[in-house]
């Protein structure tokens, strides 16, 4: 079992930065990747990248690249995604997830475990 427990959302303005944290317990391995994902209103979830556990190798979903970063503190077993120049269009609830590196990780299926999300809302 792994737990994940997102932080860091909030109201913001536009054109603001954040960085929201994914703390992980239990049993977490080399092999693991986490994810952040968003989740608008009514709409699926969105993967915006993902960090391998063990080799801290990052990868990002196209339409993410540019404002988004994702790093981890092994110390703190803490997984971050800073987000800078915050626009309205990032209004969502961000999630974290953990699943065994594979082909599907680029989807939400291919995550096992989540946290319950942190809200961030964007205003103009």
């Known amino acids: 079992q792994v737990q994940l427990v997102e932080s860091g959302g909030g109201l913001v303005q536009a054109g603001d930065s954040l960085r929201l944290s994914c703390t992980v317990s239990?049993?977490?391995?080399?092999?693991?990747?986490v994810g952040w994902f968003r989740q608008a209103p009514e709409k699926g979830r969105e993967l915006v990248g993902l960090?391998?556990?063990?080799?801290?190798?990052?990868s990002y979903a196209d339409s993410m690249k540019g404002r988004f970063t994702i790093s981890k503190d092994s110390a703190k077993n803490t997984v971050f995604l800073s987000i800078d120049n915050l626009e309205p269009e990032n209004t969502a609830t961000y999630l974290c997830?953990?699943?065994?590196?594979?082909?599907?990780?680029?989807?939400?299926?291919?995550?096992?475990?989540w946290g319950q999300g942190t809200q961030v809302t964007v205003s103009s």
């Open positions: 960090i391998t556990w063990g080799t801290e190798d990052t």
């Open positions: 997830g953990a699943g065994i590196l594979s082909s599907a990780t680029g989807r939400e299926r291919g995550y096992d475990y």
């Open positions: 239990g049993r977490i391995f080399s092999r693991h990747v």
